[in-house]
């Protein structure tokens, strides 16, 4: 895995994030398989530090699921197609409760993450310094971890 | 008619969390709780959901209610399906068949706890409540005899 494939996946989940769908689905479309996995690298540790951010401390299991009802009525369409189960089993399981994606395929997880992650960046109107600055350290968590992995 | 006095009275104490009423009609061994109640229940559940959303609704409104419901119910391991919840709700309000591949159990704890939520606000008193399980029997017995 090289840097230019998390690159790759930073400007793809960068234009989805920045509402850019068309040029979001045209950078993961060329995506190879190694860019394919560094994107859900980046995806997932994007996913962790915004769920972090918007629930570090004190949250119930309410907060979740208002959250995840208010964002799926607010994207209708995706909220078809993303479960509020599957939601907030990746939000809980990013907060500490692992086990609850254990009997999600990749695949649902992945729809799911995208779905609230595009959420919390739009909760709060994230403009684009914050989405640069989330991808920045997502990415520089994501070859952290793609380094572990290679035993590098 | 098909669905008895009781029936009416089990469901009626069991929405407004009259407890003892609940316990003692339901314990009383000719209560049925078979066909009939579940049917009574259901129409009682579309009446309902219809009042809920009398006019203009979207699928977002069905979904912020499951979401508010389940927010508010406090009982994690016996927690309401959202997905069943949503798609009984809208085959409710879009007058479409119950959606199958959902388990009777899932269906009617989905189905008592939203209609729980929906009629929560009347009082236990309200003419209103009687008015809907009167409808709502009545449904239920028109449904009852033309599928026998």
């Not at chain 1, 086990?99 to 997880?109: F, V």
């Not at chain 2, 069943?84 to 479409?96: G, P, S, V, Y």
């Amino acid at each position: 895995m090289t840097d230019t494939e998390l690159d790759s996946s930073v400007a793809a989940l960068r234009a989805l994030l920045v509402k850019d769908i068309d040029t979001a689905g045209r950078l993961r479309g060329e995506l190879d398989s190694d860019g394919r996995r560094a994107y859900a690298v980046l995806l997932g540790t994007a996913f962790s530090r915004a769920v972090n951010r918007r629930f570090r401390g004190h949250h119930t299991n309410a907060d979740i699921i208002e959250f995840v009802a208010e964002a799926r009525a607010r994207y209708p369409r995706t909220g078809e197609m993303v479960g509020a189960e599957d939601a907030e089993r990746v939000i809980r399981a990013a907060l500490g409760e692992n086990h609850l994606i254990d009997t999600l395929d990749w695949r649902s997880i992945g729809a799911a993450q995208t779905a609230v992650l595009f959420a919390l960046v739009h909760e709060d109107n994230d403009g684009l310094e914050e989405v640069d600055a989330l991808l920045a350290g997502a990415a520089a968590d994501a070859a952290a971890y793609l380094r572990r992995r290679a035993g590098r | 008619m098909i669905v008895t006095d009781k029936q009416v009275a089990v469901l009626r104490a069991a929405l407004v969390g009259d407890d003892e009423t609940f316990e003692r009609l339901g314990g009383e061994s000719d209560q049925d709780y078979g066909d009939a109640f579940g049917v009574l229940m259901a129409t009682a559940f579309v009446l309902a959901a219809r009042r809920r959303f009398p006019g203009d609704w979207s699928s977002a409104d069905v979904i912020r209610l499951v979401g508010q419901v389940r927010a508010g119910y406090d009982d994690q391991d016996d927690s309401v399906d959202p997905g069943a919840a949503e798609h009984l709700l809208l085959a409710a309000l879009r007058d479409t068949p119950m959606p199958a591949g959902i388990d009777e159990e899932t269906k009617a704890h989905a189905q008592f706890t939203l209609l729980s939520n929906m009629v929560g606000d009347e009082d236990p008193d309200s003419h209103k409540l009687d008015a809907l399980l009167a409808e709502a029997r009545q449904m239920a017995d028109q449904w009852i005899a033309k599928r026998s």
